[in-house]
Every structure is written in C-alpha cells, then in structure tokens.
C-alpha cells in the first residue's frame, strides 16, 4: 500500500496508527501542506485526491480517501486485530467517539481552515487561537463525559485495547498540546493518552517519526 | 424506536432519511435548538447527548449519538435494504463522499458554528454568508468530480439505490438552497437531487413535512 502523508496532519496521523495497529507494511509519500503552495493541489495529487486533503491510501489501483473510510476499508479487509468491536451497540459508541473528533472537532481546526480564519474572513492571530481551543474543548469535555461512568471505558476508550476511537482521540490530542490548550479537566483522556504512548502502533506514527517530520 | 429531532438539522435530516429507507417507525421528539437559548441544553437531553446536538436515536435502552454513527448502526442492525455496498471498495467509495459533506462540509456551517463565528469571532453577517458558501462549493467541487466518469455513478452517488452518501448530500443541498448557493455548477449532484426528490423516504424527511416544521 502507499500512503500519501504529511507529519503534521491529524487526519493523516490516524491512517497511520491504523494500518500499524493492522500490522501492515505501507510506502510513505510526503505531500508537504505548506511548501510551494502546497503540494496537495499539484495536479498528479489532486487527481487522487480532489478535495486536495491528506491522507489518500492506493491499495492496488483502488484509491481511498477520507481518513474515516479509509479506517473502515482497512478493517473490512483486514479484520485483525479488530479496532472495532464486535456488538452493534458497541461499534456505535466508538463510531459516536470517533466521530466527535473527526465530524466536530478536527475539520473546525485544520490547516485550511485556519488560514481561510485569519486570511479571507479577518479574525485575529490570538481570537485564531480562541476558535481552536474553544472547538478542542467543547469536544473533549463530551467525550470525557461520555467515558466517565461507562462499564465499557477500559484502558482505552472503548475495552483494553485499541479502537478507531483513540485513532482519532491521540491526534487531536496531540493538537491539542500543539495548541498548548490545558488539559487538566479531561483526566480520562489523559489515561488513554498515556496507554497510546506505550503502545507501539502508537508510537511509530508519532508525528515526530515521520520521515518528512521537521 | 425514538428520534431527538429538530427540522432544520441537517444531521437530524440524515437520521430521518436512513429511517425511512429501512421502513423504520419512530417516535419525534423534538428538540427546538433556538428557543429559549436552545431545547439541546435542557439538563434531560444534555444527560442524552452531552455534546448537546441532535440527533440523538433511542433504540430499546440504547442511546445513539452522532448521525454517521446512527447510519452504521442502522445498516448492521436492519440490513435490508442496503445503503453501502458490498464490496469493502465500493464501501469505502461510498463512506468518502458521506465524510466529504459529515466532515469537511456540514460541521463547518452548522448553527452552533455561524454563531460562533458571528459571535465571539466578530465575523459581519456577510463574511458569515461568503464563509458557508466557500466550504459548501469545495465540498461539493470535490464530490461532483469524483461522480465524474466513474461508472459506479448511476441514478444515485453509487448505483441506483440510495446509500450513505445520498442520505448526506440531499440535506446538504437542501442547506445550500437555504443559503441561495448557485448549485449550476454541480450537474451531478442537481441529478441525484432530482432522483431523491421522488423517493418517498427522502420525501417524508424533508425539513418542511416534520411535524416541528415552522
């Protein structure tokens, strides 16, 4: 599989933990968000890719996009270890998680919107960074409520292992602490974090391990 | 079954469709999102739905959140007729173009948002009007071209049944109409608009057929 990629984006960052969570093997193409432009809109990209976003996956001559169907495409095809579980109930709790930060949380505070923020709409550096914290918090304090008193909540968000949940729970986290927002109301979120850190499908696709990482 | 409904919520809208196409009856609840400072922050719904959205779907003693989430469980739970395809590629088709309007389109101009950004972020209303525009037309410029020269198009965004991928679109278009966005540019999309417009399970769901509708 190749898996076109950039360090810092969040969305990009989840494909990555999934297919180490699945234990597969992927070549790496950087396509850097902020260089020239951004190589997201070179022609040859945007011909995979016309929302001109990371991450794309070509898994033979199929070409997936969307982060979130990408996670679902891979546990379709590979369905071990699950990162779902195997109750309707239950896949809809860590669907309604996962959701909270890739429907609610994440597209409110990506690169593209930041820049339309403070370019074309006029709001300020520092109320740019008010929107940002406001979004990440509004989206932790549901999701730490809804782990809170759920027999369910394990190590991870949803059992003792890993689930497209935390895929999507470690990045924005990781934007999070980008942002330096205090994270000091969200102490179930904290513990998933920690458990991440010591897992290795985790730790590989840290952003900082990335062979395009600056 | 019961849905926590509003008319005017795209997301709710998305629920009423996947509703209807599984010949599924529910009781409305209607959770009005303006009056009063908004019915979604009432203490009884907040203890349903802490990200204080709709909707929210009661199945027995299970509380669903989050519509992408609902759409699954919909799909595992009643699978006849179908709304994904079966083949994980097709699937994976089809879940990109949802997520292209339930990540990238939707959550960006939804009412806590255009509040937000007219509130606290000092955006004019007319900034707000160019704002909801901007990421309707990229969402859309990106969905029309993936509907282009593919021959899974068919009389909807995959074949000639309904999927995930309509139940996302129909309320998103109905949004841009609201906003008077110029849709000319989106043949493929007009289509599909055209098809759904006479399906009784996209029919019944209209904003305007709820018994909420104002």
Redo the contacts between chains.
Sequence with gaps: MKLYDYFRSGAAYRARIALNLKGLDYEHFSVHLTRAGGEQFNPEYANLN??N?VPALLDGD?V???S???L??LE??HPEPPMLPRD??G???V??L???I???T???NNLR?RL??TG????SAD?AK??IE?WIR?GF??YE??LTGDPATGTFSHGDTPTIADVCLIPQIANARLNKVDLSNFPKLLKIEAAANAHPAFERALPANQPDAE
Tied chains: 1, 2.
């Design positions: 016309p929302q976003l199929a997936l996009i969307q979130m169907a990408i679902e495409y379709e095809t309707p109930r896949r809809a709790r669907r309604a996962a959701n909270i890739a429907c609610d994440h597209p409110l919107v339309y923020l074309e709409m006029g709001v109320n008010v929107w406001h509004l304090d549901a409520k809804l």
